[in-house]
């Protein structure tokens, strides 16, 4: 029994095998070595972690994108890319990238339903501690990120049918002053070299286990027929308790609806 499930679960991954638009938020100089551009140094980070893995993740380069140059490493399976845009205009470009690459994807790919594109952004986060990565719907509320609200203003998921977008977000602390002042001089100012190396060294385990329980929510939807919101697939009544499993960071996960929380490990 037990052989026999995993070889179903082995036909299933063959068979549903999306690729990713993953999408890093941050600043271009002069404030891009800051704890705003998190998203950029999380994705530089991945890049290095799958290709030391084996995968066929090149170095980032300058490539033109949605009519800009734009620093991707374009892999078999993910594409990452770093906005080329301040933070806070972010929205129209991504949403030029997305229909450029989900274009061009669908053309080589006949929109094979088992090989579909899905789009996560990965942007720098206040109310979580330094490192932490977590992973939200699309739908979840931008919690004040001006770079999230320019996305959501210029991407509708009901423009897409079927479209397949999520969120991670890697922690950057909150400083304790919550005027706007104060948090805009914390996100801003150059990231001290304890900041830049813990980010550096704990944020790329997170986002691969993220991305790949955004995979797995994607195949648990294909195979029920449904689409879309990549932790929004599971109804849970409130009696329900989250189920655990092991991370890279090797931390145990909560495997919830609405969120995960990959925790960092101690330095």
Request: with cysteine.
């Amino acid at each position: 029994m037990a052989a026999a499930a995993a070889a179903t679960a082995t036909a299933e991954e063959e068979i549903f095998n999306p690729r990713f638009l993953v999408v890093s938020l941050g600043n271009p100089a002069p404030h891009g070595e800051s704890l705003h551009s998190a998203g950029h140094l999380a994705l530089q980070s991945l890049q290095q972690t799958l290709h030391r893995q084996g995968q066929n993740q090149p170095s980032f380069s300058s490539n033109r994108i949605a009519k800009k140059a734009t620093k991707a490493s374009l892999g078999d399976k993910y594409t990452l890319l770093q906005c080329p845009t301040l933070m806070n205009i972010s929205g129209p470009w991504i949403a030029r990238a997305w229909k450029e690459v989900l274009e061009n994807h669908n053309e080589s790919q006949s929109q094979d339903p088992n090989r579909p594109l899905g789009l996560v952004i990965v942007n720098d986060d206040l109310e979580e501690d330094m490192a932490v990565v977590k992973v939200l719907k699309w739908s979840k509320s931008h919690r004040g990120h001006n770079g999230l609200k320019s996305i959501m203003a210029s991407m509708k998921p009901t423009d897409y049918q079927d479209s397949k977008w999520a969120r991670i977000s890697v922690g950057i602390g909150r400083p304790e002053g919550r005027d706007a002042t104060t948090v805009s001089n914390y996100v801003l100012k150059p990231w001290s070299k304890y900041q830049k190396e813990l980010l550096y060294e704990k944020s790329a385990p997170g986002v691969l286990a993220a991305l790949k329980e955004i995979e797995e929510a994607w195949r648990s939807a294909s195979r029920k027929g449904s689409s879309g919101d990549a932790k929004g697939q599971a109804k849970k009544t409130k009696k329900e308790r989250p189920s655990q499993r092991e991370t890279a960071t090797g931390k145990a996960v909560d495997t919830l609806a609405d969120a995960i929380t990959i925790t960092a490990v101690d330095p």
